[in-house]
């Protein structure tokens, strides 16, 4: 069981930059790939950034790459995702998951999510 909390959201100015953490607990963290999404309103959730057990491998959507970076401390429990030239079109709640194995894009893939925080890009 995997239990996760994500924190670091907010309100920030287009262009600007934001950090989110995902807490997780449980000692089998490092086994788990993880991944970040997001949901705007009235939208679909979508896939953002995604990264492997070990940190080795990362993958993104096209919409934040370049702008994004998804990094995990296995020391901590914890992963990150680096926003920078945020647009306001990145405006949504941002959540994280785990998942047994590989990293997916595929929400339903996933077996454990957080709350969820609110990032809110203003024009």
């Known amino acids: 069981q995997v239990q996760l909390v994500e924190s670091g959201g907010g309100l920030v100015q287009a262009g600007g930059s934001l950090r989110l953490s995902c807490a997780a607990s449980?000692?089998?963290?490092?086994?788990?790939?993880m991944g970040w999404f997001r949901q705007a309103p009235g939208k679909e959730r979508e896939f953002v950034a995604a990264?492997?057990?070990?940190?080795?491998?990362?993958y993104y959507a096209d919409s934040v790459k370049g702008r994004f970076t998804i990094s995990r401390d296995n020391a901590k429990n914890t992963v990150y995702l680096q926003m920078n030239s945020l647009k306001p079109e990145d405006t949504a709640v941002y959540y994280c998951?785990?998942?047994?194995?590989?990293?997916?894009?595929?929400?339903?893939?996933?077996?454990?999510w957080g709350q969820g925080t609110q990032v809110t890009v203003s024009s």
């Open positions: 990264i492997s057990w070990s940190g080795g491998s990362t």
């Open positions: 449980g000692r089998t963290f490092s086994s788990y790939a």
């Open positions: 998951a785990a998942r047994a194995y590989t990293a997916t894009e595929r929400a339903y893939e996933y077996d454990y």
